[in-house]
Structure formats: C-alpha cells, structure tokens
C-alpha cells in the first residue's frame, strides 16, 4: 500500500510522470531539453487529441513534444526513442504516456518489462483485446493529501507497433454507488488505436 501511495502522490504532484525506479540523488533525474518542432510534429499524433478525450476534459499539461534523456531502466534497455506525456483534467484526470521505439521487437520487450511498474499498484482485469497487447488495470486508491478521499482508477496499458501507451483515469469515489469510468476509458483508447 505504500508503494501505491507513492505512486498516486507522484500523478498527483508531478502531473503523470511515471518513474521507472524512484530517484535517489538529482544526478539521476532526467534532463530536460528544449521541444524540437519537428520532433514534436512527427510525435503529436501518437497522443490523445482534444476531439478524442470525453467531454469536460481540458489539457492541462503537455510533456508530448519534450526529449526527456532517461539514463537507465527497460526505456532505455530497449532503445526508446521517445517519451512523453499529456494530462487532462475534468471529471477526473487522465494521463496519457507513450514510449516509442526503433521496432515493434523493442517496444514488445519495454511492454513486458515495464508492466508492473506501469500497472501502478492496481488489479488486473479482464484484456481489452485491442492494439498488439493490451491490459486493463482497476483499483480504489487514497488520495495522497486528502484525507478520506477515495480516487477509483483504471489504466489501459498497450502496445501497437513501435509504440508502448498507457491511459491512466482516475476519478472522485465519494461511495460505493460512484459512476465506473472504465468503459470510457476503454473506448476512449480503443477509437484512438484504430483512427
């Protein structure tokens, strides 16, 4: 349960980014550099657009065009080309991550490699059955700084071609008889993969 608050308190507080190993000293933080425009135009489309999020979202943070230099773990173990993120806030936050690669054999290895740590602490559910691979990941989970509050989340981890993805939702909770978001999550995820 630790490790799962730990998890929820990094979404929270650096808005989606998820480590592959938790950090020790700041020589271990990745260094960002300046967008490339061009890098930026060949990656955009890997990421869910405004028209494709459910209604009420809006773009809160965009990491998509960032070049991130990871030093170490399965991103870079696999040759990883690109990594990013997006986060939409609305009904609840969504976080889209995607960690592209030179071949689908590579991205095929990260996605196998880094599914636990990207399964983030939650249950594993019934496979989508979308893209090369996919996974469903439900679960309840407290809210790292408010008390009492309960955030219900699913995640949707895949892999299409040379590119791994993960849809994090997470959503208030206030009882038992709370709206289950995961039937959007997966048809969010699943139009996207097949536009």
């Known amino acids: 349960m630790k490790h799962l608050t730990c998890a929820v308190m990094l979404l929270t507080f650096f808005l989606g980014c998820t480590e592959e190993k938790p950090r020790t000293t700041p020589a271990d933080k990745p260094v960002v550099k300046k967008p490339d425009p061009q890098h930026r135009h060949t990656v955009v489309r890997f990421y869910l657009q405004q028209n494709e ?13 960032e070049t991130p230099s990871v030093k170490k773990g399965p991103y870079v173990e696999f040759g990883g080309t690109h990594t990013g993120y997006r986060m939409w806030k609305g009904p609840g936050i969504i976080v889209d ?30 496979d989508p059955g979308f893209g090369d691979e996919s996974r469903l990941y439900t679960g309840v ?32 909770q206030r009882d038992k008889e709370s709206v289950d978001k995961t039937p959007v999550l997966l048809e969010t995820v699943r139009k996207h993969l097949t536009r």
């Not at 999020?53 to 065009?65: A, E, N």
């Not at 592209?100 to 590579?106: K, N």
């Not at 219900?152 to 939702?169: E, I, N, P, T």
């Open 141 to 172: 989970i407290k809210h790292p700084t408010i008390t009492n509050l309960q955030l219900r989340s699913a995640l949707c981890y895949f892999r299409k071609g040379s590119m791994v993805g993960k849809v994090f939702l997470a959503w208030e």
């Open 53 to 65: 999020v459910p209604k009420g979202f809006v773009l809160l943070r965009d990491q998509s065009g």
């Open 97 to 126: 991550s995607r960690w592209i690669f030179p071949t689908p054999a590579a991205a095929k290895g990260f996605f196998t490699k880094a599914e636990a740590i990207n399964a983030e602490g939650l249950t594993r559910a019934k």
